[in-house]
């Protein structure tokens, strides 16, 4: 059975840093498409980044540019979402999922697998 496994979420406060990573199991990420997107209570979902790993092409929401990188180990077979400068309104659920693309409007709502959303909690 194929799993995204997520880990590096947290409590941290406004202005700190948390790495994201996302591993696969009985899956290789190869040169598929990796989506991460946060869910706030309340608030509408959002695809927060995407990174092609056929080319290497990345996408940043806008909330997020400029603070988050993410990124690719092939060997490892992990995608990692490193958030700096976090802020309140950061505070989410945050899921990696491989997806069918990622464009210049961000990641694809298509998706083949999805991760089980760790909480990432910034206190003010």
């Known amino acids: 059975e194929v799993q995204l496994v997520e880990s590096g979420g947290g409590l941290v406060q406004a202005g700190g840093s948390l790495r994201l990573s996302c591993a696969a199991s009985?899956?290789?990420?190869?040169?598929?498409?990796i989506g991460w997107f946060r869910q706030a209570p309340g608030k509408e979902g959002e695809g927060v980044s995407c990174i092609d790993n056929n080319d290497g092409a990345t996408y940043y929401a806008d909330s997020v540019k400029g603070r988050f990188t993410i990124s690719s180990d092939n060997a490892k077979n992990t995608v990692y979402l490193q958030m700096n400068s976090l802020q309140p309104e950061g505070s989410a659920a945050y899921y990696c999922a491989v997806v069918w693309f990622c464009s210049d409007y961000g990641p694809s709502l298509e998706y083949d697998y999805w991760g089980q959303g760790p909480q990432v909690t910034v206190s003010s």
């Open positions: 009985e899956f290789t990420f190869g040169d598929r498409v």
